[in-house]
C-alpha cells in the first residue's frame, strides 16, 4: 500500500510538471525542482502519517479481536472441562446402572424360576384336590351302598325320622334363641326408657328446684345440672358475658359454669353500659352481713333483695380475665358515685388478696389504688391488723387500714358510723345507704 502511494504521487508530480510549467532557464529550473521536491516530501510525510494511525488502528483492532478470541477460548475451555467432568460422573453413573441392571437380571431369573416352581406346585395341588374329590365322592357312594346294604327299610325310615325331628328342634331351639333376644333387646328398651324416665323426673326436680330458686329469689350454693340425656352438661356459659353472646337480652337469674368450677345461679344484668355479673347488693339492711368466713365463701342473702354471691364463685368468675371490678354506692342524700378498678384477686390460699388499680370514675372520692390486701372477717383474721378490723368494723371486707373502706358493715345513718358501710379513700368519712359491686365482661384483657 505504502509503494503504491509514492508511485501515485511521483507520476502526479511529474505529470503535472510535464504539462503546466514552460521552459525556463536553466538555473530557475533547477530551484523550481527543489521547491516541488519539498512539497512532495510534506505530502509524503502526511501519508505516512495517515498510513501510521490507520495501522496503529488495525493493529488495536487485531488485538481486541485476538482477546476476545482468548477469552471465548478459556470459555470454550472451561466448559469443555465441565462436560469432561459431566461426562466422567456419566460414565461412572452407567457402570454402576450396568451392575445393577446384572443384578436385577439375575433377580428376575430367580424370580421366573420360582414362579415356574410355583405354578408347578399350584398345579400340583390342584391335581390332588380333584383326586381327593374322586376320591371322597367315591367313599360317600360306597357308604350309602353300605349303609343301603346293613340297614333295612325301617331302619332307614327310623333314621330319617330322627334326622327331620332332629331339624325340627335345631328350628325351634333357633326360634327361641331369636326370641329370647327379641325379649333381651326389649328389656334393654324398658331399661332405656325407664332411666329415661328417671332422667326426666330428675330433670323435673332440678327444674322445680331452679324455678323455686326463681320464684323465691333465694341464693343457692352449687347446683346440678342435666341435659336431655340425664347427664350432667359441660356446655353452660362460662359467665353472664357468655350468656349475653348465646342470644339473652334479659336481666334475670342464670345458671353458668366457669372454667374449673361447678355450676351456680348468678345474677346478670344488661343494660345499655355493658353486661354485669352482680356480687354484692346492699340497699335496706334486710340482710345481716355480719356472717362467718364460711358465709362469706359460700354466699348467702337474697338475690332479690340483699346478697353476696361468695368468694369461691367470685374467684371463679374473676379468674377467667377480661372483666372489670364496677362499684356504684349511694349516700344518704341519694347522690351516687361509680368507680371501675382493673384488679386481680387471688386463690382461697392467700385469704381472697385483691389488686385494684382505678380505671375511671365518676367521683372524686375514688380510690386510685388497693393492692394487695387480704380479706377478713370477725373469725377469720388474715393477721395483718390487730385488733381485728371485722370485730370493731362488723362484716367481711378487704380490709387496709381500719375504719377507710367497708361496704360490707351494717345499713345505718347514725353513729357509730364505723360499724356501717363506709367509704374514707380521702379526706373525711362517708356513710353510704346502698352499694352494688359488680364485674362487668370485656372483649379485651385488662392488666392492673
Not at 330319617?160 to 327379641?182: C, G, R
Not at 331399661?191 to 326436680?205: A, F, H, M
Request: with cysteine.
Amino acid at each position: 500500500m505504502l509503494l503504491l502511494l509514492l508511485s501515485f504521487l511521483l507520476v502526479s508530480s511529474q505529470s503535472h510538471s510535464f504539462l503546466t510549467e514552460p521552459t525556463l532557464p536553466e538555473h530557475q529550473t533547477e530551484t523550481r525542482l527543489n521547491f516541488a521536491a519539498l512539497d512532495e516530501v510534506r505530502l509524503l510525510a502526511n501519508g505516512l502519517l495517515q498510513l501510521g494511525h490507520n495501522l496503529r488502528d488495525f493493529v488495536q483492532n487485531t488485538k481486541n479481536q485476538i482477546n476476545n478470541i482468548f477469552q471465548k477460548l478459556n470459555i470454550f475451555d472451561k466448559s469443555f472441562y465441565q462436560l469432561s467432568v459431566l461426562t466422567s460422573e456419566i460414565k461412572e453413573e452407567e457402570e454402576e446402572l450396568k451392575k445393577t441392571t446384572v443384578i436385577l437380571k439375575a433377580n428376575n431369573e430367580e424370580i421366573k424360576g420360582l414362579s415356574l416352581e410355583i405354578n408347578s406346585k399350584v398345579e400340583d395341588i390342584i391335581k390332588e384336590r380333584n383326586h381327593l374329590r374322586r376320591q371322597v365322592g367315591g367313599l360317600e357312594e360306597k357308604l350309602s351302598g353300605l349303609s343301603q346294604s346293613l340297614l333295612s327299610a325301617e331302619q332307614v325310615t327310623e333314621i330319617s325320622t330322627f334326622k327331620e325331628i332332629i331339624q325340627t328342634q335345631e328350628k325351634s331351639i333357633t326360634d327361641l334363641l331369636k326370641a329370647v333376644n327379641e325379649q333381651s333387646e326389649q328389656l334393654n328398651n324398658q331399661r332405656t326408657k325407664i332411666k329415661g324416665l328417671e332422667n326426666k323426673l330428675s330433670i323435673q326436680e332440678t327444674a322445680q328446684n331452679l324455678q323455686k330458686n326463681r320464684q323465691t329469689n333465694s341464693l343457692s350454693g352449687y347446683l346440678p345440672y342435666f341435659t336431655s340425656d340425664g347427664s350432667f352438661s359441660s356446655n353452660l356459659p362460662k359467665d353472664c358475658g357468655e350468656v349475653f353472646s348465646r342470644g339473652q337480652k334479659f336481666s334475670s337469674l342464670y345458671a353458668i359454669k366457669p372454667y374449673e368450677s361447678e355450676t351456680f345461679l348468678v345474677n346478670c344484668e344488661f343494660t345499655e353500659e355493658g353486661v354485669f355479673t352482680v356480687i354484692q347488693r346492699r340497699h335496706d339492711g334486710s340482710v345481716d352481713f355480719d356472717q362467718s368466713w364460711e358465709k362469706y365463701e359460700e354466699g348467702f342473702g337474697d338475690f332479690s333483695s340483699e346478697f353476696w354471691l361468695g368468694l369461691k364463685k367470685i374467684y371463679a368468675i374473676a379468674r377467667q380475665g377480661h372483666s372489670l371490678l364496677h362499684i356504684q354506692i349511694e349516700d344518704w342524700r341519694k347522690e351516687k358515685h361509680f368507680m371501675a378498678y382493673q384488679y386481680i384477686l387471688e386463690d382461697a390460699a392467700s385469704n381472697y388478696t385483691i389488686h385494684l388499680k382505678l380505671h375511671s370514675a365518676e367521683s372524686s372520692s375514688a380510690l386510685d389504688e388497693h393492692t394487695g390486701f387480704r380479706f377478713s372477717t370477725k373469725d377469720h383474721n388474715d393477721g395483718n391488723h390487730e385488733p381485728n378490723c371485722a370485730q370493731d368494723y362488723t362484716g367481711g371486707w378487704w380490709f387496709s387500714i381500719c375504719g377507710d373502706i367497708n361496704l360490707n358493715g351494717k345499713c345505718i345513718q347514725s353513729r357509730p358510723r364505723k360499724k356501717g358501710t363506709h367509704w374514707k379513700p380521702g379526706r373525711g368519712t362517708t356513710s353510704f345507704k346502698a352499694s352494688k359491686i359488680s364485674i362487668s365482661h370485656l372483649t379485651k384483657p385488662q392488666t392492673p
